[in-house]
């Protein structure tokens, strides 16, 4: 044979061999297998086949499932792009005056609570979760009264400008003259939880580099008694508007004295 | 004078301190897992730990490796000095530039998102322009491969490109293939999330353009280990390679079969339909084709080479091969790990059976086999043949070698096998930490800790090979024979056609990822699906 020759044949054993089992392939995938064991589950030849190359739904090889189950979820907040973007794009004072007008009198009008230990301060808190909490009163997922009475006219949009901005106020500082109390067992608990008992590390969601859930608040600069009356409603589930309940499962692990210590370590958070 | 080859040895030695490096995180992981205590626990120093670990071993440690040994190869396969050697080192620059830029995002803890490039969690986009900088050096050693083979043709027309040669061009071009994949999907969705410009990505068509780079690129890095077994070790053994064109066919089958066989990470995932799973595992299975092979290929070589040192016998050629040359023993090490790597991953490729070890440790046990065994293992046996060509002086004694592959084949498979047993029980991979004294899973403990002891071994093997490597330094110059591959049994003055360039099979790989990737990445265009949210972990929205 002359090398001429043999490259042809080189060449044409190749490609036949490659298209070969590609075709092997594509019949076995989209026509045999599928037209098979469709019928085995009393699914036309035609469906099977457009199932199996995804242009309908559903497996060729069973019948779609059907669920009678309709969950209610706690919280109807829907984290879309365009609630992200007005939270992030909103004019730096359109949520002024609401803020100013109305928030102002507990929360402050820098977001400083004026009884920080009752009303929480607002100021540099992740927008996300404001906006989260006022939509929350307002569909009834939060209880509170006075709070639930403030949002009840308010729209998605004039909420979302009033949490972008208290976000972009200033952190209340820490004073130097205050001592840092909290201990390493509180450190430690935050920074890697106790897997015995399937508690995750509070910092493995309120951590400002987490990425946890967005609705996640930034835990800083609240008080003590704050943040303990917030871990004890979620565990005796009185607040009951978190997300597949991960802080009522959280909290209702944790003991008295463990929700006083977070408390005091994250009052002294900044 | 030292003969030193400077621009293989920035490469390497670049390529294998952060191998050391992120050897010391791969122990601390395991630590973290173990029952037993780990310093500086916590669960994002796991996770940060991972992505270090996991981007130095898959981007760092194989692609400088790759790059200095194909310059290595280029200049001593071709006998021709490398083309735009200057090129080269600007390559090398921009790469060295890229691993410092995302080694040091990782190591801030802006980018724990893992290895892998799963939206809708992003890192620092830092990390990203820094892994895609080292991506851009390798595209530069790919023309360079490219242009050097084309060169060597036209000065010598009709002739057989050797055969090291052909298989690093293979796997250069096979890398232009893979990288367009994991490219897309940095540059159109990955970076303009991680920088803000996106507030929503289309997470099915990520993971699919991550599944087209996800498994060749692990063929990209085992390739070196095949052109070692083809055209390093029969010349160790002091034998011949059986067959040339069984090589020439052999990388091209990776050409072919590693890019359109990407899927079958996806098969538990909803996005894909059950015809084009199918047909991609068809394709997968066909890459066992060049592997059984080569080991066929490679087992004739060294029984010719067995034979000739007076070998009898169905199996006396076995025990008179050379097993103190650390070539030989890699190349022995390398397949034994080759069968539990390779058995493993029949079962992960196989659509119903992966059900069973998907997302367990299994997998880590798997790819730690195949890559960090099989491969790695032969990285150091290349490392020590050509040291003394790069380096200018032989790496430490041949004992100290061999003690430093043994500790390695040992290790692994001190760590793998528990791992794959402990997948079967249900283990879970990528989790920080386990609560041993759960009734339910406290009978993994023991497992885990023989695990432990085989990540020590190994992190001992990997100090030592470097210190092996180092000791050529502190030695005088010394004289060497010129390098040369290996020659096969019967050498020919040509080679069939389509087995002395790529024109064909690039037109064969297109056909293929048409067939296999065609729809599924343009159903994500056609229809208009619900995207995820962007998670960064550079910090929330103000």
Known sequence: MSPEDSDRLWIRSSIGVVVGVLAFGILSGFVIMPVVQGAQAGIDPWTAICRALGISPGSPAAQQPRSAASGVPVSNVIWSPQVLNTLSSAPADAGRELAVGVCAACHGELGVSTDPAQFPNMAGQSSAAIYKQLHDYKSGARINDTMQSVVQDLTDTQMAEAAAYFARRARPPWDVTWVRTAGPEADRLARTGDSARGLPACESCHSPAAAGPVETPVLFAQTPQYLSVQMRAFKSGQRRSDLFGRMRDVAGKLSEREIDMLAQYYSEMR | ?542
């Open chain 2, 1 to 542: 004078m030292r003969s030193l080859d400077r621009l293989t040895l920035a490469h390497l030695w670049l390529s294998f301190a952060a191998f050391a490096i992120a050897c010391v995180f791969g122990l601390w992981q395991m630590l973290a897992r173990s029952p037993w205590p780990a310093p500086f626990f916590t669960p994002s120093n796991y996770f940060l730990s991972v992505t270090a670990h996991g981007s130095i071993m898959a981007y760092v440690l194989p692609t400088f490796f790759i790059m200095g040994f194909g310059y290595f190869t280029a200049e001593r396969a071709l006998d021709r000095r490398l083309p735009l050697r200057r090129l080269a080192w600007a390559g090398f620059g921009i790469g060295i530039f890229g691993v410092a830029m995302a080694v040091a995002t990782i190591l801030s803890g802006r980018a724990s998102v893992l290895y892998t490039f799963y939206p809708p969690l992003t890192g620092s986009v830092w990390f990203y322009i820094g892994l895609v900088l080292v991506v851009a050096a390798s595209w530069i050693w790919c023309a360079i491969m490219i242009v050097a083979m084309r060169d060597w043709k036209r000065a010598n027309p009709g002739a057989p490109v050797p055969l090291a040669m052909f298989a690093t061009v293979a796997n250069a071009i096979m890398w232009l293939w893979t990288t367009a994949g994991v490219g897309t999907e940095l540059v159109f969705q990955i970076i303009p999330a991680a920088l803000g410009w996106t507030d929503s990505v289309d997470v099915g068509l990520s993971r699919t353009l991550f599944s087209w780079t996800l498994h060749a690129i692990v063929y990209f890095w085992l390739f070196p280990a095949y052109i070692a077994f083809y055209t390093m070790a029969p010349k160790a053994a002091g034998g011949r390679l059986y067959s040339d064109t069984m090589g020439r066919v052999s990388f091209v089958l990776f050409l072919l079969y590693s890019l359109p066989v990407g899927m079958h990470h996806l098969f538990m995932d909803p996005e894909h339909s059950t015809g084009f799973k199918f047909l991609q595992m068809t394709l997968t299975v066909l890459v066992t084709v060049p592997t059984l092979f080569t080991i066929f290929t490679i087992s004739a070589s060294m029984e010719i080479a067995g034979r000739l040192r007076g070998g009898k016998g169905l199996f006396g050629w076995i025990g008179a091969l050379p097993w103190e040359r650390p070539m030989v023993l890699a190349t022995g090490l390398a397949f034994f790990m080759l069968w539990f790597g390779g058995g493993g991953g029949l079962i992960n490729m196989s659509y119903g059976m992966n059900a069973m070890v998907h997302n367990t440790s299994w997998v880590t046990a798997h790819f730690h086999l195949i890559f960090g065994g099989t491969v790695v293992i032969m990285y150091f046996a290349i490392a020590y043949e050509i040291w003394p060509h790069v380096a200018g002086s032989p790496a430490n004694s041949p004992a100290r070698q061999r003690l430093q592959l043994w500790l390695w084949a040992i290790g692994m498979m001190v760590m793998t096998i528990p791992w794959h047993w402990l997948g079967l029980l249900g283990q879970w991979r990528r989790v920080a930490q386990f609560d041993y004294t759960n009734p339910l899973i406290a009978q993994w403990g023991p497992w885990v800790l023989v695990s432990v002891f085989g990540g020590a071994l190994l992190l001992a093997s990997a100090l030592l090979f470097v210190w092996n490597l180092a000791q050529a330094h502190r030695r005088p110059a010394s004289a060497v024979d010129a390098f040369s591959f290996a020659r096969a049994l019967h050498e020919h003055d040509r080679a069939p056609r389509v087995l002395n360039g790529f024109g064909v099979w690039n037109v064969l790989v297109a056909v293929l990822m048409l067939a296999a990737y065609g729809f599924p990445i343009a159903q994500f265009l056609i229809d208009d699906r619900p995207a995820a949210l962007v998670h960064r972990t550079s910090g929330r929205a103000p």
